[in-house]
């Protein structure tokens, strides 16, 4: 299924007419509880380790802000940018606004790119996914984080680490 149909998808199902601020309280909550357990330890060891030199660390992900806002924040990364789930005037989700996917995850990396004024080739990507190719392709270097199968071959045919 295109991921672009799961997003609306789950969203019809499970979220439309849901308060956001319920939403925001349970994914804090989870945060709190939970969320290190679930860390990837390879790529949360190259997070810290960035941010302790000094880094400009970003996550830029087609998970929805309610999640990704939340997680930028207890992984003190210095921005983010995520797909937008859109509310009404009472605060309950009403529709999916924008999905994030790899030409756009591509597009904002050369934004910041720009705006921080250094060159691509100083710039690192993650990804675990297919969908984010044209993102990896954005960076200077392209790191994979637990890949499948097939993007571990092209993993391999590009010579990018794995971790």
Same mark, same amino acid.
Request: proline content about 4%.
């Given at each position: 299924?295109?991921? &672009?149909?799961?997003?609306?998808?789950?969203? +019809?199902?499970?979220?439309?007419? &849901?308060?956001?601020?319920?939403?925001?309280?349970?994914? &804090?909550?989870?945060?709190?509880?939970?969320?290190? %357990?679930?860390?990837?330890?390879?790529?949360? =060891?190259?997070?810290? +380790?960035?941010?302790?030199?000094? $880094?400009?660390?970003?996550?830029? #992900?087609?998970?929805? #802000?309610?999640?990704? +806002?939340?997680?930028?924040?207890?992984?003190?990364?210095?921005?983010?940018? =995520?797909?937008?789930?859109?509310?009404?005037?009472?605060?309950?989700?009403?529709?999916?606004? #924008?999905?994030?996917?790899?030409?756009?995850?591509?597009?904002?990396?050369?934004?910041?790119? %720009?705006?921080?004024?250094?060159? %691509?080739?100083?710039?690192?990507?993650? #990804?675990? =996914?297919?969908?984010?190719?044209?993102?990896?392709?954005?960076?200077? +270097?392209?790191?994979?984080?637990?890949? *499948?199968?097939?993007? %571990?071959?092209? *993993?391999?045919?590009? $010579?990018?680490?794995?971790?």
């Amino acid at each position: 299924m295109p991921l &672009q149909d799961l997003h609306k998808k789950v969203f +019809r199902r499970f979220l439309q007419g &849901q308060p956001l601020k319920r939403i925001e309280d349970e994914v &804090q909550n989870f945060l709190e509880a939970d969320f290190y %357990r679930y860390l990837y330890m390879p790529a949360y =060891s190259r997070l810290r +380790r960035a941010q302790h030199e000094g $880094h400009h660390t970003v996550i830029i #992900s087609n998970s929805p #802000s309610f999640l990704v +806002r939340p997680i930028a924040n207890y992984l003190e990364v210095t921005e983010w940018y =995520s797909s937008e789930y859109l509310t009404d005037e009472k605060g309950t989700l009403k529709e999916v606004g #924008s999905i994030l996917l790899g030409d756009g995850k591509a597009n904002y990396l050369q934004k910041i790119i %720009r705006k921080l004024k250094t060159k %691509r080739e100083k710039v690192t990507a993650y #990804s675990d =996914s297919m969908i984010d190719l044209p993102f990896l392709y954005a960076a200077g +270097r392209a790191i994979v984080v637990n890949p *499948s199968g097939k993007m %571990r071959k092209i *993993s391999e045919e590009k $010579h990018w680490e794995v971790i």
